[in-house]
């Protein structure tokens, strides 16, 4: 069992399913959902055998698998995980049953190949998540953009063809920069493999010009300020499940990227230029806040209010260098990042759960305006307190998954620089501000219209769809040790890796 090669299996079983229910048809719509939801329970069943084989403690990569790939290059099919790959996995299969169950009746047209875009999707998302060898991860990292391009290009909405253009354009752009940068990394190194280049002394005029390379690929998937236009076109054209992985998971894979290259392999500039990703990340948390107060469309409130709470993340994963200047201490320094990979997580869940809660609606009347929803208690009361209870996770109130990672986040940076913690606090009061004026517009009052006061109730599966992502919001924000747990030794594995200055 111990040899069974468990991470390949979670990549490429999805990808298999894909090709299933491609066989499938057109014809047997039904048939394809059943196959699709069949393969995403397996895939998630298998992520949490991984999860038992994984030695919690151990901070090493674990479960590797290493393939000669390209020899003539020296690069090789290398897989493995740490904590903070393995809480990512569970998070993208977890999400990734609720996404199918909730577009189980909405996608009408093309069925078969709505789901097999989804299925390949997941396995391209674990395939980044457990990619040891750079090249690897930059072509997982970029096939990514496939499906997604198709999900909006296909069943998005009227200005999809806008959307995914902007979309492609703007992730191209901070590719080619990645591909310059793994390829000068190649040309020194001689080698593509993450360990290799985590310990090679780059000098720091090299990784100045690393890091910048880096940084344009990963601020761009992040989204970081002042390359995060796409994002709100994409998901408003976008259909509710991909809306819904973009936000849950792909805005993930570019902090993800700091994490395995920005922080590892170019330690020096990081710390050199920590202020700047700081200085942005205020700048996402506080201005990005205030634009999402001002939108009158439900995706697009959401979708900056996911830039904002992205911002929290960057800010806990690069106020580490300041904390360990002051401190000199890796348990304090690694308070930081901790904070970012919960608040990755708990974003998950959260923008995941309203992502789908305007869906449910926009199911029903066809428009995403709020002006032209309200009185949601008295029409659909269980829905309205979904609705309750996902804002309070988004405001960061205790008890939901919201609170812990924006509260070590705020900790961090108070320990790091009072003021930095005071501008990042004073965000969750745009935060509580927009998120409750869109509950207060939707949730109370009368309905607007015949037509919002005769919306159907929550059917079943809906139900369970927003039971299930209302289950982990709140476990995670009662209970998030088991989380910490997973992750607390590769945390701290990374924060001394990065402390570790190359040059001298």
Aim: charged share 10%; net charge neutral.
């Amino acid at each position: 069992m111990s040899n069974w090669p468990i991470l390949s299996v979670l990549i490429w079983f999805p990808c298999l399913g894909a090709i299933i229910v491609l066989l499938a048809g057109s014809a047997r719509p039904h048939l394809a959902r059943w196959l699709t939801l069949a393969f995403s329970v397996i895939t998630f069943a298998l992520s949490l055998v991984m999860l038992t084989q994984y030695q919690i403690g151990d901070g090493g990569f674990q479960l590797q698998e290493n393939l000669r790939w390209i020899p003539g290059i020296n690069t090789s099919y290398h897989l493995g995980v740490d904590g903070i790959a393995v809480a990512l996995i569970v998070l993208t299969t977890f999400t990734s049953i609720l996404v199918i169950g909730g577009a189980w009746q909405v996608i009408k047209d093309k069925v078969h190949q709505y789901m097999a875009a989804m299925l390949v999707l997941e396995g391209l998302l674990i395939g980044v998540f457990c990619a040891m060898d750079a090249l690897l991860f930059y072509l997982f990292f970029e096939a990514i953009l496939i499906p997604m391009f198709f999900l909006i290009g296909i069943w998005g909405g009227p200005r999809r063809v806008y959307a995914t253009l902007k979309f492609f354009i703007y992730t191209f752009f901070g590719s080619i920069f990645f591909l310059i940068g793994l390829l000068y990394m190649y040309h020194r190194t001689g080698s593509f493999d993450l360990a290799t280049l985590w310990a090679f002394p780059f000098t720091m005029r090299e990784q100045s010009w690393l890091f910048f390379s880096f940084l344009i690929a990963f601020a761009v998937k992040t989204p970081m300020v002042p390359v995060h236009t796409w994002l709100p076109d994409a998901h408003v054209e976008a259909p509710t499940g991909g809306s819904v992985i973009l936000a849950a998971i792909m805005l993930k894979v570019g902090t993800y990227g700091f994490i395995r290259f920005s922080l590892p392999i170019v330690p020096d500039a990081s710390q050199h230029f920590a202020w700047l990703i700081i200085l942005l990340s205020l700048i996402a948390i506080i201005y990005i806040g205030y634009v999402a107060l001002v939108q009158p469309d439900m995706k697009k409130l959401v979708a900056y209010s996911s830039i904002a709470h992205m911002g929290f993340v960057t800010l806990g994963l690069f106020i580490v260098y300041m904390l360990a200047r002051g401190q000199h201490d890796v348990q304090t320094a690694q308070l930081g990042v901790q904070g970012a990979v919960v608040q990755m997580v708990s974003h998950g869940f959260v923008s995941g759960a309203l992502f789908t809660c305007i869906g449910v609606m926009y199911d029903r009347l066809h428009t995403r305006e709020i002006a032209a929803y309200g009185g949601l208690a008295k029409v659909m009361p269980w829905f309205a307190a979904f609705w309750v209870l996902f804002a309070m996770a988004n405001c960061g109130l205790p008890f939901t998954s919201g609170f812990v990672g924006e509260f070590m986040v705020i900790l961090s940076a108070f320990i790091a620089n009072p003021w930095i913690a005071l501008f990042a606090a004073f965000s969750l009061i745009i935060g509580a501000a927009y998120t409750l004026w869109l509950v207060k517009r939707i949730v109370w009052g009368a309905a607007p219209s015949k037509e919002a006061a005769a919306m159907p109730k929550l059917t079943a599966r809906e139900g369970w769809v927003l039971t299930a992502f209302a289950v982990a919001v709140l476990a995670m924000g009662v209970y998030p040790w088991p989380l910490m747990h997973l992750m607390d030794s590769s945390v701290a594995q990374l924060v001394t890796h990065l402390m570790t200055s190359k040059i001298g």
